[in-house]
């Protein structure tokens, strides 16, 4: 993880020496209170990943003696296709345009169908021919 912590690392440099400037050629407190946020995130996930990257056994991409077949092996699970994300983007959408238009009863039906959308992405790998 040291790879990751560094790149975070220069993010956070880099953001804090574009936000002054920012500030000089701008005075916009929106954007310069946008990017010190910006800075500070990317702090705050350097230093986690900097003080887990000394807790932890070196990986094989953070050795300089690893060869390739180090790596090998399972790299863990990746889902399958799954058509719920799309059923809870256009639940999602109804809620939105039924709060644009101030149709109440829009919402609650678009919260009843988004309900059921969201227990089927969430409980996706429990039941049927992804099951685990």
Known sequence: MKQEA???????????????????????????SALTMTALLAGMISVYLGFHASKMEPRPEDRKDAEIAD?????GFFPPYSWWPLWCGLTLSVIA?????????LVVIGIGLGAIALSGLVFEFYRGVHAH
């Open 6 to 32: 560094w790149i975070f690392i220069s993010t956070t440099v880099f953001f804090l020496l574009v936000t002054p400037v920012y500030w000089i050629l701008s005075e916009d407190w929106t954007g310069t």
């Open 71 to 75: 790596g090998a092996g399972e790299l």
């Open 97 to 105: 345009l039924g709060t644009a238009m101030s149709a109440w009863w």
